[in-house]
């Protein structure tokens, strides 16, 4: 018969161990058997180290508590590089995901179709998944498995050609966008019907300005979608703009473009700007002849910075605090439109995904502030980590730096 149990340790249920609690326990020697005499004096050890223990652990769990509950309540936004298309995460306070386009179609050089021709006519590289990898990097770092939305802006492929290869490696709760496509072109028909056939069965939502995407913890309200725009921003006081009376006319375009759905995220007192490639004409109804908008914080630099969107009446409206340019090396970054938001009142920096390489040095930002080097690797994001005082920050993960910006 075995030897009674000491009444410090009574009868317990069976533990399963994981191999890191199994390693640390290979360490601490343990006797079932009781010892014959100081019984009484290891019971009264135990009871005076057990709480003691205790009170430690809970200390020392204080700061991962600490740091879990502080990335609760922040709002996470990656600038993510698909080369001069358009691919933004946004995580809420509360985990809820939205990605914002999806870049490029993985395409072969060896393709026979003569619409898979006519982009490495015009300079697409083969990338073979790449885009679908980036955002899958992106969403790894933020901690989350699957989009909870996915918002088309518009149907050219650089904004909507990744989603079939998305959909085949991660899981997507909805889709949303604004509608029939709208451009007479071949390659944008292909590019529609190659979205409605990926998204299959999956929820697909079609959003109308003044519209609102449900993330816990955060406001995102519908700007402008399918050629037309918002009458009245909930929270936000139209103000006269000074700046229309110089504004010059401009006509309006038949693409995707001004057909982009747009919108705007508030948390808290920050305020995050993506109205995907809405050029001049459709803009300055946002602003003219009152700011529909009001400021923001954060401005994602409509159209890749083309010169074709951003006009001055615009951006000096939106009176941006920091402005992210999501062009590509050998895409967009116009001289002008770099100028205009580099000059617009209150802007503190202007970062870009990629030097402007086919720009000049005056019409870049210093080094620092871009993502992806002339010459270099491709593939680095910018991470911005924003709070509800107003407060955030933008990490180059090229080089692992963090600007902050503090709370106005």
């Not at 402008?224 to 401009?250: F, L, Q």
């Amino acid at each position: 018969m075995p030897p009674p149990r000491s009444s410090c340790f009574p009868e317990t249920s069976s533990v399963e161990y994981n191999s890191s609690q199994m390693r640390i326990a290979a360490h601490v020697p343990f006797n079932p058997s009781p010892r014959p005499h100081g019984t009484g004096f290891a019971c009264s050890l135990l009871a005076v180290l057990l709480p003691a223990s205790i009170l430690l652990c809970t200390i020392a769990a204080q700061p991962v508590r600490a740091q879990a509950a502080a990335k609760a309540k922040e709002l996470r936004i990656y600038s993510i590089d698909v080369e001069g298309g358009q691919s933004t995460l946004l995580v809420g306070p509360a985990g809820t995901s939205l990605l914002v386009d999806t870049g490029w179609p993985s395409v072969r050089g060896s393709d026979p179709d003569p619409y898979q021709k006519g982009l490495h006519d015009s300079g697409m590289p083969d990338n073979d998944g790449r885009d679908v990898q980036r955002i899958q990097a992106a969403m790894k770092d933020a901690g989350v498995s699957k989009l909870d939305y996915v918002l088309i802006t518009h149907f050219h492929v650089d904004h909507v050609g990744g989603v079939p290869n998305l959909v085949q490696r991660v899981k997507v709760g909805e889709f949303l966008d604004h509608g029939e496509n709208r451009e007479d072109s071949d390659i944008t028909r292909h590019d529609y019907a190659a979205y409605i056939k990926a998204i299959g069965k999956t929820p697909r939502r079609i959003v109308h300005p003044g519209d609102t995407i449900d993330i816990p913890g955060l406001t995102t309200i519908v700007l402008a979608a399918d050629g037309e725009h918002i009458a009245a921003v909930p929270g936000v006081k139209p103000m006269p703009n000074p700046y229309c009376a110089s504004e010059p006319k401009w006509e309006l375009d038949t693409t995707e473009n001004p057909r982009s759905a747009g919108i705007l995220v508030r948390y808290g007192k920050f305020r995050f700007l993506d109205l995907g490639d809405l050029t001049k004409a459709k803009e300055i109804p946002l602003v003219c002849p009152e700011n529909l908008i009001g400021q923001v914080d954060l401005y994602l630099v409509n159209h890749h910075g083309f010169n074709l969107s951003n006009t001055r009446a615009f951006v000096d409206a939106i009176h941006p605090r920091v402005a992210i340019m999501n062009n590509g090396a050998h895409k967009a970054g116009s001289p002008e439109a770099w100028q205009t938001v580099h000059e617009s009142p209150g802007i503190e920096d202007l970062w870009m995904l990629h030097t402007a390489e086919d720009s000049d040095a005056a019409h870049n930002s210093a080094a620092p502030l871009i993502a992806n080097l002339k010459g270099g690797a491709d593939g680095a994001y910018l991470k911005v980590v924003a709070h509800a005082d107003g407060s955030f920050s933008v990490m180059n993960s090229r080089t692992g730096q963090t600007r902050q910006y503090p709370a106005r």
